[in-house]
C-alpha cells in the first residue's frame, strides 16, 4: 500500500482502499460542482455528497459572523443521521476581505475512525474552497443587489423597478390596475443649498420612507436617481394618495435649529392601460409625463395620453430642426412698419420672425413658447438680431432710407451672459449705429429679477440702444414697472382695442389714462394692433404719437418693407 493511501471504514461497514488519485478526484469534482453551479444550497449538497463516505460526513454547516452580529447558521449539507452526543465537529473560522467571519462546520458520526493525514489536508482543502465559494456567491448577491438597488438608501433602482415589474408580468399581475408614477422633487437644489448636503440626504432618506409607508404590499418605489423616484401604485383612490405626497413636511435639524422643509413633487402618471405589458413603455409614458410636468410648471400632477405624447414629439422634432434651421436660412424676418399718427410717416418697424418649415410657414406662436422651454430661444433671437444688423448694413449702403427697427428678446435670452456686450459686438461688427437699434421686452422679463433687469436695462440704455416694454396691458403690467424702469418705449398691447375694431368705452378711458401717465413718465407711446380709422382718431385725440398694425400694414417680408421705406409714408383717409 502507498504511503499516502489511506484505508477508511464508510457508513455501511463497506472496507475501501482510497489511493490519493482518488483523493484528488473527489477533490477536483467537489471543486467542479462548486465551479460551475451558482445556486449556493444545491451546488454545495451535491459536491458534498462526492467527499461525504471518504470523510464519513452526514451534515455540513456555516456560520457568517460580523463584529457583534452572532450570525446565522447556514446548512450546506444534510442527511438524514440526526446530530446527537456523539456527533464529533470539525470546525475552522475563515475571515474574509470585508471582515466577516465565516466558521465552517462539519459534522462526523460519533462512531467514525479519526481522520488520518490525507484526510485533515482535504478537509483543509475543502474549507479554504468553500470559503472561496462563498465569497464569490456574496460578492455576486452584492453586485446583483447594486445593479437594482440604491446602496445610500437601500430601496429599488431604476434598473429593480423595471425588473420587479418583469417579475409581475412573469407572475401574471393584471397590471391594468395599477398606475406608473414618475416624480421629481421640487427645487431640491435649494432645499440642498439652503441645509446642506448631508440634510440633503435625510430629506431624501425621510421621503423614502413617506412613500415606503404609504404604498402596501405588491405596489412598489425606486429612487431613480438624483430628486426623481417612480411607483408601482393601485389606480384606486390615486388621486388622494398623490395628493397626501404633496403635504410632507420634514423637520431638519440645521445649525441648532429646527427647520421646516416643504415637500412637493412634480408627478407624472401613466394609468397602465388594459394590454399594455411592454415595461419599458410602461416606464417611459410616465416619465414623459412627469417632463411635461416640469415643462409646463403649473400642474404638480399631469396624466399621460396620446395627445400629450403627440404634443411631446411635436417638440422634440423642432427642437431637432432648429439648429439646421438656423444654418439653412429657413428663419425670415419680417418687419412690420410702425407709424407717426400725426403725419403718416413710416418711424420704424419690429422685426418679427417666420419659420418656413417644409414648405409651410410657421408663425412665431407655433414655436416660440416650445423653445422658451428649453432655452433654443435664445439662438433664434440672437440670429433674428443679427439678420437685422445684416440687413441693415446692406440697405444703408445702398442708401435705402432705413428707420429704426425694433427686435424682440425672450426672458430667457436675457440670462444670457454679458447680454448688453453681445448685442454691442453684433452691432459693432455690421457697423450699424445703435440708434438703430431697438429692443423689445415684455413685462414676464421684468418680473423675476428686478433688480438684475434693471441692470441689465440700464447698461442697455448705456450703450445707446433704445428698450421698449411690450404688450403692456396684455398680462397683470404694473404701473411700478414703468416708474421704476427706464423704458423709453411703451408697446399698448393690441387687447386694448376690442375685436369688432371698435374700443368699449372702459377700454377708452384705460387707455386715456395710460398714456397720459407714460407721457407725464416722459415714455413715448406705440399702440400695437391698430386696425381701423376709428382707432386712429382716438388714438390722436390723445395724443398717443404711434401705432403699429393691420391698418397700415401686416408684417411684411423684406422686399415689400424695402418698398414702404421708399416710400416713406401711407396714404389714409
Ligand atoms: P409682438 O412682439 O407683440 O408682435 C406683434 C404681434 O402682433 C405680431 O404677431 C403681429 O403680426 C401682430 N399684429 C400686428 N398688428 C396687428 C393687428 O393690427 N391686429 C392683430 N390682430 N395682430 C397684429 P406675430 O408676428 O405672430 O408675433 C407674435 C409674437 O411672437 C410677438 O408679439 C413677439 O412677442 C413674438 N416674436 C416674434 N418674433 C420673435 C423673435 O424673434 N423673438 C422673440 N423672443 N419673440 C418673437
Ligand atoms: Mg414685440
Ligand atoms: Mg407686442
Not at 119 to 141: D, V
Not at 494 to 523: Q, Y
Request: proline letters at 2%.
Amino acid at each position: 500500500m502507498n504511503e499516502q493511501d489511506s484505508q477508511i471504514m464508510s457508513g455501511n461497514d463497506r472496507s475501501t482502499r482510497i489511493t490519493a488519485d482518488d483523493t484528488a478526484d473527489m477533490l477536483m469534482d467537489f471543486t467542479d460542482i462548486l465551479f460551475y453551479n451558482f445556486r449556493t444550497h444545491e451546488a454545495a449538497q451535491k459536491a458534498f455528497e462526492r467527499i461525504a463516505d471518504y470523510l464519513d460526513i452526514f451534515r455540513a454547516a456555516v456560520c457568517v459572523s460580523s463584529g457583534r452580529n452572532a450570525g446565522t447558521l447556514q446548512t450546506l449539507y444534510t442527511t438524514e443521521t440526526a446530530v446527537d452526543d456523539t456527533t464529533r465537529i470539525e470546525e475552522k473560522s475563515l475571515r474574509s476581505i470585508d471582515g466577516t467571519t465565516y466558521t465552517y462546520r462539519i459534522y462526523r458520526r460519533g462512531g467514525a475512525a479519526p481522520l488520518d493525514m490525507m484526510q485533515r489536508r482535504a478537509m483543509e482543502f475543502i474549507f479554504k474552497l468553500l470559503h472561496t465559494y462563498l465569497n464569490r456567491q456574496s460578492s455576486l448577491e452584492m453586485a446583483q443587489y447594486a445593479k437594482e438597488h440604491d446602496m445610500l438608501f437601500g430601496c429599488l433602482n431604476s434598473n429593480g423597478m423595471s425588473e420587479k415589474l418583469a417579475a409581475y408580468r412573469r407572475d401574471g399581475v393584471d397590471f391594468s390596475k395599477y398606475a406608473v408614477v414618475f416624480m421629481n422633487v421640487c427645487k431640491f437644489k435649494a432645499i440642498n443649498a439652503r441645509i446642506g448636503f448631508e440634510n440633503g440626504n435625510r430629506v431624501m432618506q425621510f421621503i423614502i420612507n413617506s412613500l415606503r409607508s404609504l404604498l402596501t404590499e405588491q405596489e412598489l418605489f425606486a429612487h431613480i436617481g438624483g430628486d426623481n423616484f417612480s411607483m408601482l401604485i393601485r389606480q384606486d383612490g390615486l388621486e388622494e394618495r398623490l395628493h397626501s405626497l404633496n403635504s410632507l413636511i420634514c423637520d431638519i435639524l440645521h445649525e441648532g435649529r429646527n427647520v421646516p422643509i416643504e415637500i412637493a413633487f412634480r408627478m407624472g402618471v401613466y394609468c397602465i392601460e388594459a394590454g399594455q405589458d411592454e415595461i419599458s413603455e410602461i416606464m417611459e409614458n410616465a416619465n414623459l409625463a412627469c417632463r411635461l410636468a416640469r415643462q409646463c410648471g403649473k400642474q404638480n400632477i399631469l396624466y399621460y395620453n396620446d395627445e400629450r405624447r403627440r404634443q411631446y414629439e411635436h417638440t422634440k422634432m423642432l427642437e431637432a430642426a432648429l439648429e439646421p434651421a438656423l444654418h439653412n436660412g429657413e428663419f425670415l424676418i419680417y418687419f412690420q412698419p410702425k407709424v407717426c399718427l400725426d403725419d403718416f410717416r413710416i418711424i420704424g418697424a419690429e422685426a418679427l420672425s417666420r419659420w418656413m418649415h417644409e414648405g409651410r410657414m410657421m408663425k412665431p406662436d407655433s414655436y416660440i413658447t416650445i423653445f422658451e422651454q428649453d432655452g433654443l430661444i435664445t439662438d433664434i433671437d440672437f440670429y433674428v438680431f443679427e439678420q437685422v444688423c445684416k440687413m441693415l448694413r446692406v440697405w444703408m449702403d445702398a442708401a435705402i432710407p432705413v428707420v429704426p427697427i425694433s427686435v424682440n428678446f425672450s426672458k430667457i435670452t436675457l440670462e444670457t451672459a454679458h447680454f448688453p456686450e453681445k448685442l454691442l459686438k453684433i452691432a459693432a461688427q455690421y457697423q450699424v449705429p445703435v440708434e438703430y437699434l431697438e429692443i423689445e421686452f415684455t413685462e414676464t422679463c421684468c418680473m423675476e429679477d428686478e433688480e438684475k433687469f434693471n441692470e441689465i436695462l440700464t447698461d442697455l440704455k448705456k450703450a445707446g440702444f433704445s428698450a421698449s416694454l411690450d404688450d403692456f396691458g396684455k398680462g397683470y403690467s404694473s404701473i411700478n414697472m414703468l416708474r421704476n424702469m427706464n423704458f423709453d418705449v411703451l408697446k399698448l398691447d393690441k387687447s386694448f382695442h376690442n375685436e369688432g375694431g371698435k374700443d368699449t368705452e372702459g377700454a377708452k378711458i384705460i387707455l386715456r389714462s395710460i398714456v397720459g401717465m407714460a407721457k407725464d413718465l416722459g415714455i413715448q407711446v406705440i399702440s400695437e394692433g391698430v386696425e381701423t380709422a376709428e382707432q386712429v382718431q382716438f388714438l390722436r385725440q390723445l395724443k398717443c404719437e404711434k401705432a403699429q398694425g393691420y391698418y397700415f400694414d401686416k408684417p411684411l417680408p423684406a422686399d415689400q418693407f424695402i418698398e414702404r421705406l421708399h416710400e416713406g409714408v401711407y396714404h389714409r383717409d
